[in-house]
């Protein structure tokens, strides 16, 4: 990480800490019990956490792989990711498009899982998601961008639970990237 994004990871860290994480009994998207959950949209859509998160993200993309053109993932936790992402590379001049996978093709018109700008064939992309729990989302994400004929480089998350996502998406011949993990939220050690 770029040495003075350091204050502004901290800071993202302890919106997520105070307004996502929780402490409690639920079932996940995979349908796995877990005793804390992590809510990012409860940061990703607050104007600071927006900021924060486009500008880590999109900063961990271009030391990753630099070649992407273009950033999305499964609606609806990539959705404000991979819009932060694209502004913040805005920003820096190296724009990166966005786009949003669907969960299920469009049911009429143009019935397809890719929404946004008309990517070309063969373009760099990366995924972007929230939570990494089974890497299931993101994988999904990746194969419906693979079908539509885009060159995947790996999958960018905000958290990685570190409960086998990150070995689901190496079976796939992906790579795993995230800003922060488990330990963040729990003090784990290794």
Same mark, same amino acid.
């Given at each position: &990480?770029?040495?003075?994004?350091?204050?502004?990871?901290?800071?993202?860290?302890?919106?997520?800490?105070?307004?996502?994480? @929780?402490?409690?009994? /639920?079932i996940?998207?995979?349908?796995?019990?877990?005793?804390?959950?992590i =809510?990012?949209?409860?940061?990703?859509?607050?104007?600071?956490?927006?900021?924060?998160v486009?500008?880590?993200?999109? =900063?961990?993309?271009?030391?990753?792989?630099? @070649?992407?053109r273009? /950033?999305?993932?499964?609606?609806?936790g990539?959705?404000?990711?991979?819009?932060? /992402?694209?502004?913040?590379?805005? &920003?820096?001049?190296?724009?990166?498009?966005?786009?949003? /996978?669907?969960?299920?093709?469009?049911?009429?018109?143009?019935?397809?899982?890719?929404?946004?700008?008309?990517?070309?064939?063969?373009?760099?992309?990366?995924?972007? @998601?929230?939570?990494?729990?089974?890497?299931?989302?993101?994988?999904?994400?990746?194969? $419906?961008?693979?079908?539509?004929?885009?060159?995947?480089?790996?999958?960018?998350?905000?958290? =990685?639970?570190? @409960?086998?996502?990150?070995?689901?998406?190496?079976? $796939?011949?992906?790579?795993? +990237?995230?800003?922060?993990?488990?330990? =963040? +939220?729990?003090?784990?050690?290794?």
């Open positions: &990480m770029n040495d003075s994004l350091a204050p502004d990871r901290e800071r993202l860290l302890e919106l997520l800490r105070t307004h996502s994480f @929780e402490r409690r009994e /639920v996940l998207a995979s349908g796995r019990p877990s005793n804390f959950y =809510d990012c949209k409860r940061t990703t859509l607050r104007a600071e956490g927006h900021w924060l486009g500008r880590l993200l999109f =900063d961990l993309i271009q030391r990753e792989a630099p @070649e992407a273009a /950033v999305g993932g499964l609606t609806l990539a959705d404000p990711i991979a819009s932060a /992402v694209s502004m913040a590379s805005w &920003m820096a001049a190296r724009p990166l498009e966005a786009f949003i /996978v669907r969960k299920e093709a469009k049911g009429h018109g143009t019935r397809r899982f890719i929404e946004g700008p008309a990517l070309p064939p063969g373009l760099p992309v990366v995924i972007v @998601e929230d939570v990494v729990t089974t890497g299931g989302s993101g994988l999904f994400a990746a194969e $419906k961008a693979r079908e539509a004929g885009l060159d995947v480089r790996g999958i960018f998350a905000l958290v =990685d639970r570190r @409960e086998g996502g990150r070995e689901a998406v190496e079976e $796939k011949g992906l790579r795993l +990237f995230s800003l922060f993990d488990r330990r =963040d +939220f729990l003090g784990e050690e290794d």
